[in-house]
């Protein structure tokens, strides 16, 4: 069977950036775990406004476990850490969190959020160097173990950033369906060429519509984003190639885009 593992920083950032791509894999047979950094207390609130921080945590991580079953996520691991505070954490802590769970899952491939965040968000930032630097030394410990490089070569691991094509990004800001700024700076999305794979979820769209909508803390995002009637995520998923074990890997002008990772 096939691994899949997701690596991000708050619950409903599986579901918005790649929920159709692990309800297509998992209908094809794989096997699809996630790791989540933090509960999502710093979020909104919804309905929950009043809530007290501990409470409002407690609801997100059952709403992603909601979420997850919609979804067919085998399991989830959260890491504990508080919301907004990723950056700050010693360096190497969360990086050995991280890998030491590749190590016990065995991934054949790993999505996280590109080095904008996606939305410039600080914690979405911080995991994908996290999970980058976790996934090189995963990759290495894989190479390590097989001893016939060529065929071992077919098996390496792959890692994915899950992104926002600045094409797709220009079109959602002129729709005002996110802000033309966002913490701080531009949202700028990801330049269309770094795209190496596009996945079409159309026909997982109503299960990537359920698992937004177990996230009824975060219903203003999910509703606005749910508005548009030609929602480009909810017609295709965008990722960027970013490593083939231990190998490096950089668009350049004879890639081309593939639709399977």
């Known amino acids: 069977m096939k691994r899949l593992l997701l690596v991000f920083a708050h619950p409903d950032d599986e579901s918005f950036s790649c929920g159709g791509t692990v309800a297509k894999y998992v209908k094809a047979g794989w096997r699809v775990d996630l790791i989540c950094a933090t509960r999502g207390e710093e979020g909104s609130r ?7 921080q501990e409470k409002l945590s407690d609801i997100r991580q059952k709403e992603l476990q909601k979420a997850g079953i919609t979804l067919g996520i085998k399991s989830i691991t959260f890491l504990g850490y508080k919301d907004g505070t990723l950056s700050a954490q010693i360096p190497g802590e969360l990086e050995d969190k991280v890998h030491k769970k590749m190590e016990e899952l065995v991934p054949d491939a790993v999505i996280t959020a590109d080095t904008t965040g996606i939305s410039n968000h600080p914690d979405h930032i911080k995991m994908s160097y996290v999970t980058t630097y976790a996934f090189q030394k995963y990759a290495a410990w894989i190479e390590s173990k097989l001893k016939d490089q060529e065929e071992a070569a077919q098996i390496f691991p792959k890692l994915y950033y899950a992104c926002m094509p600045e094409s797709v990004a220009d079109y959602l800001k002129k729709k005002k369906i996110i802000p033309a700024e966002s913490f701080g700076k531009l949202w700028r999305g990801t ?6 794979t596009v996945i079409n979820i159309m026909k997982f769209a109503s299960t990537k519509k359920k ?26 998923e965008y990722f960027i190639l970013r490593m083939h074990g231990t190998t490096e890997v950089f668009m350049g002008k004879g890639d081309r885009i593939v639709n399977t990772l």
């Open 211 to 236: 698992a937004l909508t177990s996230h009824i803390s975060q219903q203003e995002d999910i509703n606005r984003f749910l508005s548009l009637p030609s929602q480009p995520f909810l017609k295709h």
């Open 191 to 196: 330049p269309d060429k770094n795209i190496t």
């Open 46 to 52: 919804g309905p929950y406004v009043n809530l007290p």
